[in-house]
């Protein structure tokens, strides 16, 4: 069993980590950096090392920071949550160098879908199906248009070292694609280092399903059902739900196998998801795999009743899954809403000091979030300050209870887009279950 983890992340999921810790009775160090001094998990924990300045590269992002901290503090293994350094094949091949145990997938299985032109192939290698597309880096405009011509308009552009949606650029034709072709490399090769781009089909008016998936050190995988999350902005999810709204258990088997099977492909281990794109038809498409605990996974925490954070402790502790895929059953239904400290047309991440905090409870209702009263939010990190969720017996009964949460929630100081999501969550296509892809862009077409 580990020993002690060094939490090498922030906010919200800094205290879901040590909230784990706690009940599995290990010893944890929060990472913190300067302007995170004052900041909810460094409060609580029993144990902190300051990891540097406020800018995550000189901090949260800073590889030997983090290992000096871990190994100073006597830690055997790091937690990197999600975001930072999960995804980072360096830093997972670095902790074992150090002896520390990374929680998550081994650095191989990272490196292999890190690059999302080569997931496809890995995938469609699996027996996965994937859109129409370029397997290769595409390294002029002319290559681009005559993949193009051979998928078919309406094609998207997405960066190779890219994922969740940043750097993408839909194409209708020939005369946008080279337009947007330059561009599309320019913003990977700043965002992301690496200016590979690659072409898919673009899938109008379909879902964003999410398959999470649970892999020991022993070959045991599980698939934990799917989460449907079509509603973002900006590609930035805001709610998401679990399970599907519109998925069959027939469908929800034929998505799960498949999430297990390249899962297998990867000799995988640690908590994951795989990325799908679902019709109407039925028909799905895998589109990419993360390789971390996500932002939405307390949703299926409560329609599976499995602790995944304390799962992939004890995955990394080398214990084998204490259930099959036999013993997971989906009750209910549950919805996330991400409430973020944004302000302004074009959604701005603000700072300020949150002077009035009132958050929901009764039944069915979780909340993760790092605010207090008095607390400052700090420049420099992600706008995300709570999720709420909530569980129903059914998906009327879930819209219901998050509809009062999000009218019982007060968080005054700071701006946040609770306005957005109480907007959504009354909504007659919400609670008809019609979300899709355009959900967002439809709607604010029509608002506008
Ligand atoms: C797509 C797509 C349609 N066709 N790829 C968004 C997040 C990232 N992981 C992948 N995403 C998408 N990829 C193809 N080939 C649709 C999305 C998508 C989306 C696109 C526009 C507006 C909202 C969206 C919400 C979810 C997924």
């Known amino acids: 069993m580990l020993k002690k983890v060094l939490i090498a992340n922030r906010g919200e ?153 940043r750097g993408m650029h839909v194409a209708r034709n020939e005369r946008e694609l080279s337009s947007k072709f330059n561009l599309a490399r320019a913003e990977a090769r700043a965002a992301f280092d690496s200016d590979e781009l690659y072409l898919e089909k673009f899938l109008e008016h379909c879902r964003h399903i999410e398959v999470q998936v649970l892999a020991d050190t022993h070959g045991n995988i599980v698939h934990l059902a799917e989460r449907e999350c079509s509603i973002q902005r900006r590609h930035q999810k805001i709610i998401e739900e679990a399970p599907g709204t519109s998925i069959s258990e027939e469908l929800r088997t034929r998505l799960g196998d498949a999430a297990v099977k390249g899962a297998e492909a990867l000799r995988f281990t640690n908590a994951g998801t795989l990325e799908f794109l679902v019709d109407d038809g039925g028909h799905f498409y895998f589109m990419e795999m993360n390789t971390r605990v996500q932002v939405e996974h307390g949703i299926t925490e409560m329609v599976t009743g499995v602790d995944i954070v304390k799962e992939q402790l004890l995955i990394a502790s080398g214990q084998a899954l204490s259930f099959t895929q036999g013993d997971i059953v989906v009750r209910g239904h549950a919805i996330e809403c991400r409430v973020n400290a944004e302000s302004g047309p074009d959604f701005r991440p603000v700072t300020g000091t949150v002077v009035e905090l009132i958050f929901p409870g009764g039944p069915g209702i979780r909340i993760d979030s790092h605010l207090y009263t008095g607390y400052a939010l700090p420049a420099h990190y992600d706008s995300l300050v709570a999720k709420i969720m909530a569980y129903g017996r059914d998906r009327d009964e879930a819209i219901d209870r998050m509809e009062r949460a999000l009218n019982e929630t007060v968080i005054e100081g700071i701006p946040s887009t609770l306005p957005v999501l109480r907007d959504i969550v009354s909504s007659r296509d919400f609670r008809r279950g019609a979300v899709h892809t355009d959900f967002i862009e439809t709607r604010e077409h029509h608002a506008a």
Do not use: W
Not at 68 to 76: F, P, Q, V
Not at 90 to 107: D, H, K, M, Q, V
């Open 13 to 165: 999921i800094a205290l879901r980590i040590l909230r784990a810790c706690r009940e599995l009775g290990i010893r944890s160090v929060v990472a913190y950096s300067e302007a995170d001094r004052d900041s909810l998990p460094v409060r609580l924990a029993a144990e902190t090392v300051c990891i540097g300045p406020g800018p995550s590269t000189k901090s949260y992002l800073s590889v030997p920071n983090i290992i000096s901290a871990a190994l100073i503090t006597g830690c055997d293994s790091v937690h990197p949550g999600y975001g930072f350094l999960s995804e980072d094949r360096y830093f997972a091949e670095i902790c074992g160098r150090y002896n520390l145990t990374f929680i998550g997938p081994s650095a191989d299985a990272i490196a292999r879908v890190a690059n999302k032109a080569e997931a496809r192939r890995v995938m469609a290698q699996a027996g996965l199906p994937i859109l129409p597309g370029t397997d290769e880096a595409l390294l002029s405009i002319e290559e681009a248009e005559d993949e193009a011509r051979q998928i078919d308009y309406p094609v998207i552009l997405k960066a190779a070292a890219g994922g969740g949606g």
